[in-house]
């Protein structure tokens, strides 16, 4: 499958699973310790190459959409290199939005270039919560 036509199938996987998200998370409880705590243990994962492990913190409908550890990898190797392979992390702001919890984190990625990551949380029927998407943007006024 062609780099350009995989990115826009991820994309659209993100943008579709955050806006049947947002709605049921509006009065849920803000647990930055728990959010951060998800995030390492997913880049822990995508250093030592555990697809199985990263693809874990994403929510159930992520993975329905990604099928398979191995997919999800590589959506994240071609996609979010500032994730997959960070030089430095800052955790920033967790907070409410019309998506649901978000978690800021500031990431200097693999060719030194500074990035806000924005983590979307949704809470699973058993209570837990997992990654439901990532977005990106450049950040050159900080150093994570």
Known sequence: ???????????????????????????????????QKIIKNQMSAFASNNARAAFSYAT???????????????????GYQP????????????????IGPTQEVFVTGPKGKDWLALYTFEQEEDG???????????ADNFSA
Request: aromatic share 12%; glycine share 8%; proline share 2%.
């Open 1 to 35: 499958m062609g780099k350009t036509k995989f990115l826009k199938i991820a994309a659209t996987a993100l943008v579709g699973t955050l806006l049947t998200s947002g709605a049921a998370q509006s009065e849920a409880t803000l647990d930055a310790g728990a959010f």
């Open 60 to 78: 159930s409908t992520l993975q329905q959409r990604f099928k398979t550890p191995e997919f999800f990898m590589e959506m994240v190797r071609q």
């Open 128 to 138: 837990s919560w997992r990654i439901s998407g990532c977005f990106l943007k450049k």
């Open 83 to 98: 994730v997959y392979q960070p030089r430095s992390v800052t955790f920033g702001q967790s907070k409410m939005t019309k």
